[in-house]
């Protein structure tokens, strides 16, 4: 009986109400709504987005206890509220975008809006029916403690950018990199370039030297890298020379692999390395092996490979991870001369304790471009030079500047400078 | 004299070995109960970052490590786990590392069911996906792109608490726990693109590599190793195998140490003799 | 011929590469899903690749067997496990749970792989022994330096550590974390941030050489 | 408890301590375990790709499009599979050349998608990480501002180690000794770290066998241990004999 009774009296509401809302107008259920012109509301696309989002802006006020209510709309007639915001709580200062597209300077109470959010649209629907673009108005409730007053209209529409304007920094610096490549490769292919000795390279003659002599094979493991990684690259160049001087020497050599992409550029470069050194008739096609794909299975392989062939010498070039002292260990104990060389640096102090030499960082790639001589890859080694150049100019010069203007107040230069560098 | 130090310097190595095991093996059998004193900053930081989340709000917890790092990782995930169901936070859990498909479901037949949280509502399971970065930069517009099913091959946008998430910008937090590069990658194309708070745990041998993203504010909070998660089991005040392994770790690190300085005596007496 | 063995191939790695590099500047829907579709063939592409290392396997141990070199006995094991793993896969369609009950392949991942893996990592604890007996050695001061930041972060990272450092050194009013902490975020970051700079350079060099085609050796020899 | 579960124990026990014996010397279960596991590790990493990714990625998705006539999706789904199939051309030499297709594409994504984050994060980022602490100069501690110096002093001092086009002699090279001091400590950082992570595992892996050698297990891990103690002690004091005898 009771929910009989509730049923009848929900529905006389609703009834009512459908009834009552056409006949009302809405300034009456709000009878203290003023409509005023509220200084400097503007709203934008938002820069250098994929076209889903707007900013609204409108002058700061120096009542600090005004609430704003966001209001938004696509027809000018249907209002949603996007959210409530007080007096300067979001400014222009807070939107985290670079000066050379934004000033955050100006004195404005802000507010970003995520169009699919604030009216609940899928993103492929979204994009699929505004593919030109959404129009979107908005005005501010201004709710003070005495009253409620509603401003403007403002209209923008939101599109999709063609360009990250707030990247501008790092297409900058990509440019760079690439200009001063591309000018040390062509000087590179006019006269040859100086590099320094690298403390380690002796050894490897040394190495193959004392494999020779003791009949007793020498391992080369690439490492578990790809071709597409820097090491893995310098690696196979250093192979490239290492087996010219085990074909000279007649010595014995056994590459295992982890990469098949590896393993099969590997195999051309011994077949070419035993043609230079005009022994092509030593050459067998299992002096390279693959293993696995797996990098503690490759690593159970290459140690049980050690412990059995009792090598004279074992190099460790290339991409490393955890399986360097797996390594580096197991061929410390059979005796060998070891010789590494890796640019993952959390492997190194393990090939630094554990083998002979090794070559720490970029050196693995000096030591490719130093042996092989290739003018590609010593320019590229000149470009890490200026990049260091670089680094040190800037920070040592930047760091002096900062100090300054941070300490004459100049928080203008403080902060464009760390904009500029500011990744986003 | 000078002959027993030489073959003391070359000792057969698989009596220090022997040493080792016993090193460890001796605490499991019976441990010593030496708890974790201080807390390390990163871990203090990721609890404080959790601890201060709104309820309800949603991480992402990507588990990629497998079983070869899980006795360091498994207790860290273990304990956030643990604080995102106590402060009733959604989880949505991931991984890029096809090996922590067992492990992950040893959490979830668990913990959860501790906590009275249910498959769902609380957390969901997404299935491994081979391809990190596409995932990653997916993500960033639509998650249902690349995931568009649960583990196990459910309509993901179906589950109650993923109605209201579509990208980045509705989730609260990354949490990866990782003994790979993997965290490089949510900082490179999630933190530092897309403004997503990113936490990691990762094992005590890349703890130290992070230091740079750590100064920069790049990863807001970070969980080292074995120790981190005893740490971080410390202040959930929920002690679990990261407590109890730290004990066993204490004696081997001392053996380490005393290797390196006796042999170093053992040369230099060499040497002056 | 020379086109579709060379040029094209060229052709494809620019295209790519510079697309792909684009899209990082490119906020627009359209660049999204060019970003969307190329990941997914990545993802595909990738796939194939670890077929070329099976076949590889493959043939490598049936060589071994063929020619019945020393050991090859054991090649049968390589079959073996491949087939173990293969199966379990098939019989339980690639799942490692079914409705919370562990599947045939979740078994032999956490009796057969993980073990072995887990095992062949964990070895490096007996192999940290031997290298700080055998070749720890403090010959000169960069290695004594060495040796004090292993010492720092050993103790450091252990309660034990922190109790023997608060007995003898409470006086410094510093605790072992402290140090330790500094060790990690000032020096050792330094030394860490001086490596992955040229390298990250490097790196991009890299990736120029390879979108202009100047660094083809993957492409192996004509 | 379970028969798979029991059965488990022992293999898991079993393989852990085949590779374990590896330490004691080079023995046949350690040479059978690790061919098992070169097989068995590759073999778990395709069945991911096979489930995973073609089953998901390709087979799903185009019988789908194919249904529906999607041509779009039926050809963004091909163009990618014959990419990837070209790779196996790699083992035919006469059309080998067809794998470059695959690869190319593969190295051109990868190149692309790295050039940009990766200057980004560990270039530009990193000379903002350097010079950041002194914008804010002001407000530093003086124990802040040395170690914004240590660290600007040796980053750079590190930097100059690696430089290959000069020789390092006077002031380079005191400079580039100071950068090693730098390198060394981060090293020695490194190892102590890690010195942890590695013992954490074989605690994890102890733990492991502890836990197998209980009644439950019918004492899996004991009876391994004793057989393979059994087969060390026969092959040092029988099988060498009989070795030595025969030759």
Known sequence: ????????????????????????????????????????????????????????????????????????????????????????????????????????????????????????????????????????????????????????????????????ADRLNSLIIVLLVSLVFFMVVSHAKKRELFIRRIAGLDAIDEAVGRATEMGKPVIYVPGIGSMSNISTIASVFILGEVGKKIA????????????????????????????????PDSYRDDINMFITQDQFAYAAAVD????????????????????????????????????????IDHQLPFFVTACDYTLIGEELYAAGAYLSKEPMLVSALKVQDFGKLFFIIFAALLSIVLVISSKAGAINITNTILDILKVR | MKETLNKLLKIDRRWLFLLLTFSILIPIIKPIGISSKSISSGVQDTYNFIEKLPEGSTIILSMDYDPSTAPELHPQSAAILKHAFK????????????????????????????????????????????????????????????????KDDKILKNFEMMKKIKNYKDISAVIDITGTALLDSWIVFVGDKYGVPVMGGVTAISQVGYGPYLQKKQLKGLIGGMKGAAEYERLISEPGKGTSGIDALNIAHLLVILFIIFSNIVLLILKLS | ????????????????????????????????NYLEWINIWQNIVAAFALFLGAISLFYAHYKKIERKVDGWGYSLFVYFGFLVIMVAAIVSDGKISDNGKITFLGWSFNNIYNPLSATMFSVLAFFIISTAYRSFRIKSFPAFLLFIAGLVLMLG?????????????????????????????????????????????????????????????????? | MEFSTILGAWVAAGLTLFIFSFLYKDNPFFK?????????????????????????????????????????????????????????????????????????????????????????????????????PFANIVNLTPGQLINALILLIGSISVLFYFFFSIEHKGAVKKISNFGIYFLMIYFGASFGNTVMARFSLLYGRFDLLVRYSNAQYFYATNWIIVGLVIYFLLEKFVLNKVIAKNS
């Open chain 3, 1 to 32: 011929m020379n086109l579709i063995k060379k040029h094209i191939p060229l052709a494809i790695v620019f295209v790519f590469g510079i697309m792909t590099l684009a899209s990082y500047y490119v906020p627009h829907r359209k660049s999204e």
């Open chain 2, 87 to 150: 402060k009733n936070l959604k989880v949505i859990i991931m991984t890029f590392l096809a090996g922590s498909g067992g492990l992950i479901d040893e959490h979830i037949r668990n913990i959860p069911q501790q906590y009275g949280k249910e498959y769902g509502k609380d957390y969901v399971v997404l299935p491994y996906m081979p391809n990190v970065l596409a995932a990653l930069t997916q993500m960033s517009s639509d998650i249902y792109a690349i995931y568009d099913k649960d």
């Open chain 1, 304 to 343: 049980g490979m050690i412990t059995r062939e009792k090598p004279a010498a074992c190099f460790y070039m290339g991409y490393f991870m955890a399986e360097s002292l797996l390594l580096a260990e197991v061929g410390a104990s059979a005796g060998a001369i070891q010789i590494a060389g890796t640019d």
């Open chain 1, 248 to 279: 000279q020497y007649d010595a014995n050599i056994k590459v295992p692999h982890y990469d098949p992409i590896v393993f099969t550029v590997a195999k051309e470069t011994i077949k070419q390395a035993y043609i230079e050194a005009e022994r």
């Open chain 1, 1 to 164: 009986m009771i929910r009989k009774i509730k049923f009848f009296l929900i529905s006389v509401f609703i009834i009512s109400n459908i009834n009552a809302l056409p006949s009302k107008p809405k300034k009456q259920v709000e009878p203290q709504n003023v409509k005023i012109e509220l200084p400097g509301l503007e709203l934008l696309d938002y820069p250098s987005d994929r076209g889903d989002s707007l900013i609204l802006k409108w002058d700061t006020n120096d009542d600090k206890d005004l609430i704003y209510e966001i209001m938004v709309s696509t027809d000018e007639k249907n209002w949603k509220k996007v959210k409530e915001q007080k007096e300067g709580s979001f400014t222009s200062q807070n939107i985290d975008l670079p000066f050379w597209i934004w000033n955050k300077k100006e004195n404005k109470n802000a507010c970003v809006i995520e169009i699919m959010k604030v009216f609940n649209i899928q993103e492929e629907e979204f994009f699929k029916e505004y593919s030109n673009g959404f129009k979107l108005y908005a005005k501010l409730n201004v709710i003070s403690k005495k009253q409620k007053s509603e401003s403007q209209t403002v209209s923008a529409i939101a599109i999709g950018n063609w360009f990250r």
């Open chain 3, 157 to 222: 990272n252990i309660p034990l550590g922190e109790i023997i450092w608060d007995k003898l050194f409470a006086w410094t009013n510093t605790t072992i974390a402290d140090i330790k902490n500094w060790i990690i975020s000032v020096p050792s970051t330094a030394g860490k941030r001086g490596i992955m700079i040229g390298i990250a350079i490097g790196a991009a060099v890299t990736s120029l050489k390879i979108i202009f085609g100047i660094e083809r050796g993957y492409m192996g020899k004509d």
């Open chain 4, 32 to 132: 059978a375990a690790e061919h098992l596991y070169i097989g068995a590790g590759l073999a778990w990493h395709i069945q991911l790709i096979i489930y995973k990714i073609i089953k998901v990625k390709v087979w799903e998705p185009m019988k789908v499009a194919w249904a529906s006539g999607n041509w779009f999706t039926i050809w963004m789904i091909i163009i990618p599979t014959i990419l990837g199939l070209s790779l196996i051309t790699q083992f035919i030499p006469r059309i080998s050349w067809l794998s470059r297709y695959g690869f190319t594409f593969m190295m051109g994504y990868s190149a692309g998608l790295a050039l940009p984050a990766g200057l980004a994060t560990d270039f530009t980022n990193q000379i903002l990480g350097t010079i950041e």
